[in-house]
């Protein structure tokens, strides 16, 4: 992929959440299959996801799909969900944010906000002490072992099954996540994407 700012990644359960919740601009928290439709139509929707949707409404045997359904879809709780969509946005690019990331530094820029800010600190302070100690060593960036590095530091503080990516330029990804444990923001040059997932859990 060519350099340049990063994309918006959207993970599968955000994408349907922000779906619905910039069709359902009344918070009656319900949309129709013409609405999503003419969302879709607008967007630009590729099959796929005119899919997705098309089975979800064929699921429910009906026209109409509350916040409700949504979320026993995705195995969400409804009521974290209805807190993430009232929470103010502190960034363009993030759908949802639990508090001010002020806290977090003018050097961080945040993409994707799905943590509460007592793991957000933690984790980007180490981030920012790993990459900084880079830069100061003047030696080649070893993104594996900074990963590593990462993945340990989150595994032993938080529980294990945590992934950690750094990259730099643009980047998308998909990937499913424990709720509340999915964090991507910008330091310096670098993409920095935390996520705990399912897979090796214990």
Same mark, same amino acid.
């Given at each position: ?31 129709? $299959? ?58 363009? $690019? ?50 594996? $072992? ?57």
């Amino acid at each position: 992929m060519k350099n340049g700012q990063p994309k918006t990644v959207t993970d599968p359960t955000q994408a349907f959440l922000q779906t619905f919740f910039e069709i359902d601009k009344y918070k009656d928290e319900v949309v129709t $299959k013409n609405q999503v439709n003419g969302y879709a139509e607008t967007k630009k929707w590729d099959k796929e996801i005119v899919q997705k949707w098309t089975n979800l409404f064929r699921s429910r045997n009906s026209d109409r799909i509350t916040l409700e359904n949504i979320c026993d879809y995705l195995r969400l709780n409804i009521k974290e969900v209805r807190k993430q969509r009232d929470a103010p946005v502190t960034s363009e $690019k993030s759908p949802i944010s639990y508090s001010d990331n002020k806290q977090l530094g003018s050097d961080i820029e945040v993409i994707i906000d799905q943590m509460p800010m007592d793991m957000k600190i933690p984790i980007v302070n180490e981030f920012r002490r790993v990459l900084s100690k880079n830069n100061n060593d003047k030696t080649e960036f070893d993104g594996i $072992k900074a990963t590593e590095h990462m993945k340990n530091f989150m595994d032993k503080r938080f529980s294990s099954s945590w992934v950690a990516l750094i990259v730099k330029g643009s980047y998308t990804a998909t990937f499913v996540y424990f709720e509340e444990c999915s964090f991507q923001f910008r330091i310096n040059n670098y993409n920095c994407i935390v996520w705990r997932t399912f897979i090796g859990f214990h």
